[in-house]
Antibody, heavy 121, light 108 residues
Framework: EVQLMEAGGGLAQPGRSLRLSCAASGFKFDDFAMHWVRQAPGKGPEWVAGITWNSGTTEYADSVRGRFTISRDNSKKSLFLQMDRLRFNDTALYYC??????????????WGQGTLVSVSS | SYELTQPPSVSVSPGQTARITCSGDALPRKFAFWYQQKSGQAPVLVIYEDTKRPSEIPQRFSGSSSGTTATLTISGAQVEDEADYYCYSTDNSGDQKVFGGGTKLTVL
C-alpha cells in the first residue's frame, strides 16, 4: 500500500523559512517523480513543485520560483520542500503527491494527508 | 497563463448520470486527470490519462476526451459521490501544471 506522510508544517512569520518533508513507503520510490501540491483554505489545489525520479529536473510554479526548493533523497525514500521568504498567501495545506511516471509530466496517483503551513505575523 | 475551465456546480438525483466537463486548449495533446475530494479529506484519483480508472474506483466512474474538452461521467450517481471534483493537466510545453477550478457535485 502506497503511503505518503508529510511533516514539518507549522506557524511561521512572513519572511521566515520552513522545511517540509515527506516519507514514502509501499512503492519503489526512485522509479517515480514526486510533487508538492498545496490547497489554501476554501480553495482548489495548486501545483507547487515537481522533481524527476533522479533529481535531474526540478520545476516550480511561478508563485514560488526563487523562494522554494524541492529535493529528494532516494536512499531514504524522502521528499523535501525548503520554503524561504514565506508570504501570507503561502498559507495552505501542503500535500506530497506521487507521479504516475518517472518524469514529472504525469498526474498524481497518490496523495498524503497534508501538513498545514500558516504564515502570520 | 494556462487555464482549465470547469462548471462550478452540477446537480443530479440518485441514479442519474452526472457529467462534469473540463475545457483547455492543450487537452487535444495532453492527458486529463480527475480527482474527487470530499470535505476534510485529501484528493483521490478517479480517472487518469483521460480514460483509465484505478482498480479501486467504482465502475460507474468513466472518462472521455474530445478536442479541447475532457469529461468525467458518473453513471448512476450515488449519494456518496457528493464531492468536489477537479481536473488536472498541463499546457502544451508541460511547464504549466494546473487544476481546474473545481465542480461541486450534489446528489439529492
Amino acid at each position: 500500500e502506497v503511503q505518503l506522510m508529510e511533516a514539518g508544517g507549522g506557524l511561521a512569520q512572513p519572511g521566515r523559512s520552513l522545511r517540509l518533508s515527506c516519507a514514502a513507503s509501499g512503492f519503489k520510490f526512485d522509479d517515480f517523480a514526486m510533487h508538492w501540491v498545496r490547497q489554501a483554505p476554501g480553495k482548489g489545489p495548486e501545483w507547487v513543485a515537481g522533481i524527476t525520479w533522479n533529481s535531474g529536473t526540478t520545476e516550480y510554479a511561478d508563485s514560488v520560483r526563487g523562494r522554494f526548493t524541492i529535493s529528494r533523497d532516494n536512499s531514504k525514500k524522502s521528499l523535501f520542500l525548503q520554503m524561504d521568504r514565506l508570504r501570507f498567501n503561502d498559507t495552505a495545506l501542503y500535500y506530497c503527491a506521487k507521479d504516475v511516471e518517472a518524469a514529472a509530466d504525469g498526474g498524481f496517483d497518490h496523495w498524503g494527508q497534508g501538513t498545514l503551513v500558516s504564515v502570520s505575523s | 497563463s494556462y487555464e482549465l475551465t470547469q462548471p462550478p456546480s452540477v446537480s443530479v438525483s440518485p441514479g442519474q448520470t452526472a457529467r462534469i466537463t473540463c475545457s483547455g486548449d492543450a487537452l487535444p495533446r495532453k492527458f486529463a486527470f480527475w480527482y474527487q475530494q470530499k470535505s476534510g479529506q485529501a484528493p483521490v484519483l478517479v480517472i487518469y490519462e483521460d480514460t483509465k480508472r484505478p482498480s479501486e474506483i467504482p465502475q460507474r466512474f468513466s472518462g472521455s476526451s474530445s478536442g479541447t474538452t475532457a469529461t468525467l461521467t458518473i453513471s448512476g450517481a450515488q449519494v456518496e459521490d457528493e464531492a468536489d471534483y477537479y481536473c488536472y493537466s498541463t499546457d502544451n510545453s508541460g511547464d504549466q501544471k494546473v487544476f481546474g477550478g473545481g465542480t461541486k457535485l450534489t446528489v439529492l
